[in-house]
């Protein structure tokens, strides 16, 4: 069945960075296209960015020129990497694709950004 496993999750003070991973299975990874979402306390889930399967990146926003996404196929695994980080950043982060017809998201991984 499809999984998706996100990790580097943490606290970090405002300033430093962290770089989360989302390892996929069951999926034919190279072809899918990902998205990495987050989710704050009272806060609708949203789009971060995401990463097609040919490699073009899109960013909301209010985390262009901070946040990479990238991904390596040969892993099966899609990466964010978040500098410059703001208290405004924390969330639960969530990897999501979309296979059958259907999107599948990762249980999250927890980024706690202080002040």
């Known amino acids: 069945q499809v999984q998706l496993v996100e990790s580097g999750g943490g606290l970090v003070q405002a300033g430093g960075s962290l770089r989360l991973s989302c390892a996929a299975s069951?999926?034919?990874?190279?072809?899918?296209?990902m998205g990495w979402h987050r989710q704050a306390p009272g806060k609708q889930r949203e789009l971060v960015a995401s990463?097609?399967?040919?490699?073009?990146?899109n960013y909301v926003d209010s985390v262009k020129g901070r946040f990479t996404i990238s991904r390596d196929n040969a892993k099966n695994t899609v990466y964010l990497q978040m500098n410059s980080l703001k208290p405004e950043d924390t969330a639960v982060y969530y990897c999501?694709?979309?296979?059958?017809?259907?999107?599948?998201w990762g249980q999250g991984t927890q980024v706690t950004v202080s002040s």
């Open positions: 999501r694709t979309r296979w059958g017809a259907r999107d599948y």
């Open positions: 069951g999926i034919v990874f190279s072809i899918v296209g």
């Open positions: 990463i097609t399967s040919g490699g073009s990146t």
